[in-house]
């Protein structure tokens, strides 16, 4: 299951000045062929990584985590030739130039994609290496520790593309509106969660909670934002966890979002489990499914989400 023990996200924090930004924004100055930026308008830019210059249009933008660098990247309407970490989900309309690369980024592949900026989360690590990426090509960050609104909300001042924004967030908030009126009563009344299951090692992930180990997700920020009401920490491990031989913990919840593909091995060990046969939300039929990589993201797989939890109010009775 792809969306549970994702890698540590080092939270650590550094000033770079002008650093490696600088030689970034030279870098970036001096291209000279077609795809070129001698001639580009550029503006000044503060970010956790210092000063510097990007471009005002940029041409050829690398983004590097599919899900919180993609995500804003296509939603802001960058010109995006490639990512990293995953396939993008089916949800996310990335264009046919987005071509995916690899799992960890490799520098000199990336090199010859001649970026002219790069989107990254800011974590000095093999898979989020920003101090490398800014010596090819000026970095604009998102962050691990802030919602999606954060992320989309920077990302966008420091392009220079509020309108865009604007018209992202009035969207998706039009979307929980007319969620929330058309289930109004049922979001009052019933504790519902989200749900995903590991059979190799038994245990029966809670994805509706915030915890401190995996920050905010598209499952809880989303029910979150509809005024939702789910379980509590309590009998549950750091991130959120449960061993199938205490799922009766969960007997209180009304209703289950399991985000495990309906075909999966793992939803089917779920389903066969007697002890998940006895919650009574189970027997009641209130159950649904929410297939895909829904375990971090963006504007998109947030909307996704939350369309989610839609399908879960109008199933529960």
Avoid at 216 to 222: E, L
Wanted: some cysteine; charged content about 20%.
């Amino acid at each position: 299951m792809n969306t549970t023990i994702d890698l540590d996200i080092s939270r650590r924090r550094f000033g770079m000045g002008l650093g490696a930004a600088g030689i970034a924004a030279f870098l970036a100055s001096c291209s000279s062929d077609d795809r070129g930026s001698a001639t580009a308008e550029t503006k000044t830019v503060t970010t956790p990584l210092g000063t510097y210059d990007i471009p005002i249009e940029p041409k050829r933008v690398v983004a590097i985590d599919s899900r919180l660098d993609l995500e804003p990247a296509v939603a802001l309407e960058l010109p995006v030739i490639g990512y990293t970490y995953a396939e993008a989900t089916p949800w996310v309309p990335v264009g046919a130039d987005a071509e995916y690369l690899s799992e960890i980024p490799n520098r000199e592949q990336i090199l010859a994609l001649e970026p002219d900026l790069i989107i990254c989360l800011n974590s000095d690590s093999e898979w989020w290496p920003v101090n490398d990426l800014a010596t090819i090509a000026p970095v604009l960050t998102t962050e691990f520790d802030e919602t999606w609104r954060t992320n989309l909300d920077n990302l966008a001042g420091w392009l220079g593309r509020t309108p865009t924004l604007d018209k992202l967030i009035l969207d998706y908030d039009s979307l929980v509106d007319d969620i929330r009126t058309r289930h109004e009563a049922m979001i009052a009344s019933r504790t519902v969660a989200s749900v995903s299951f590991l059979p190799d090692t038994n245990m029966l992930y809670v994805t509706s909670i915030r915890t401190s180990q995996k920050g905010d997700k598209p499952s809880d920020m989303t029910l979150t934002d509809l005024g939702g009401t789910t379980l509590s920490m309590g009998g549950l491990d750091g991130e959120g966890g449960i061993a199938i031989e205490n799922v009766d913990r969960l007997a209180g919840v009304d209703g289950f979002m399991v985000t495990d593909e309906p075909d999966s091995a793992e939803y089917r060990a779920l389903s066969e489990s007697t002890l998940w046969q006895r919650l009574p939300a189970v027997q009641a039929g209130n159950v649904t499914t929410l297939g895909g990589s829904t375990y971090y993201g963006s504007i998109y797989t947030v909307s996704y989400m939350i369309k989610g939890w839609d399908a879960l109010y109008s199933k529960m009775v």
